[in-house]
């Protein structure tokens, strides 16, 4: 008999290796966006039959994923995350609105219970966004600042632990990179009409950045140390009252500076092998199409490349379990 609490996630091994049936970044947007609009689809047609859509839906398009994720071990292919986020929406459409701010947390919810049940990062981190949203949009601009830095300072205490699931793991990334420019926003809404420094904001992202920085360089960090980058620039825009020169000249000043320094840093870890060391780029899945790009545009225009005659296939002995001429059931 079929337990439905053993499958019910990867382990942090398999998620690690990528056991489970899982697509590239660019294929997992577009089964997302497929999955969304067989959703919505379906729907609509629930409301053209006059049918509560609302009952129905949710719990068809849930149940179809945890059948996706617990016997056919789907996870990170699109469908199984667009079909629970998509079984909430539905759900949330259904019920009557009101108009008020506080609908605002009914989709903190849902992305909250949807990044739980998937490990999903990016609805873990929309769910806190909606959270500072909510704050700004009750006018409580400080508290929205506060918590979007509180949760930025956990997940700097976050990163300097080893954590075993890469999806939490990047969760922290995510928060700790994403928090600070949240609060900012939270923060500047406040005055819509007007653009003023101030020097409150100013001073708590000079201390944020000089924290991460401390941090990064302490714990060998590299993320708390792009967040420090990110805090100066943020407080290089809200100075702009108490500087003679344009946002735009600061920000470019700023980023040769960066790059300056970040060419002399590059340059002084050249051969290390302990604490901050130059890792080896990972090739991205663009890339690899790229490469590939120029042979299939040759094979398609000209049949072979530099106009030569095609040759024809030769058969392969060895490898195959069943079949004539290496022919494998392996795909």
């Excluded at 020169?245 to 590059?266: K, P, R």
Aim: aromatic letters at 12%; glycine letters at 8%.
């Amino acid at each position: 008999m079929f337990d439905f609490r053993e499958n019910a996630w990867p382990t942090p091994e398999e998620e690690r290796a990528g056991t489970w049936r899982h697509m590239s970044l660019i294929v997992q947007i577009v089964f997302f966006v497929l999955t969304i609009i067989a959703v919505s689809a379906l729907y609509g047609f629930f409301k053209l039959l006059n049918l509560p859509a609302g009952w129905f839906v949710p719990p068809a398009a849930i149940a179809v994923a945890e059948l996706l994720i617990r016997r056919q071990h789907f996870w990170r292919t699109g469908v199984e995350s667009a079909l629970w986020i998509g079984g909430l929406f539905a759900f949330i459409f259904s019920l009557p609105s009101s108009g008020k701010v506080e609908a605002i947390l009914v989709f903190v919810a849902a992305f909250a219970l949807a990044g739980w049940r998937l490990l999903n990062l990016l609805f873990g981190t929309v769910a806190i966004t909606l959270v500072i949203a909510y704050l700004a949009a009750k006018e409580w601009h400080w508290l929205a600042l506060l918590f979007a830095i509180a949760v930025a300072l956990l997940a700097l205490a976050a990163l300097a632990r080893e954590w075993q699931r890469p999806s939490t793991e990047m969760l922290w990334q995510f928060l700790n990179i994403l928090m600070p420019i949240a609060g900012y926003v939270a923060i500047s809404v406040r005055n819509s009409y007007q653009f003023k420094s101030d020097v409150r904001v100013l001073s708590t992202f000079l201390a944020l950045a000089a924290i991460f920085a401390i941090v990064g360089i302490r714990m060998r960090l590299r993320l708390p140390l792009m967040a420090a980058v990110l805090c100066l620039a943020i407080a290089i825009v809200e100075s702009h009252d108490y500087d003679p020169l344009s946002v735009e000249s600061q920000l470019i000043v700023f980023g040769a500076v960066t790059l300056a320094t970040a060419a002399a840093i590059l340059r002084s870890l050249r051969g290390k092998e302990t604490g901050f060391v130059l890792g080896i780029a990972k090739r991205s899945d663009l890339q690899d199409a790229l490469s590939v790009a120029p042979t299939l545009i040759a094979a398609g225009v000209g049949g072979a490349p530099h106009g030569g005659a095609p040759q024809s296939p030769q058969p392969v002995g060895g490898g195959g379990e069943f079949g004539g001429a290496g022919s494998s059931g392996n795909f």
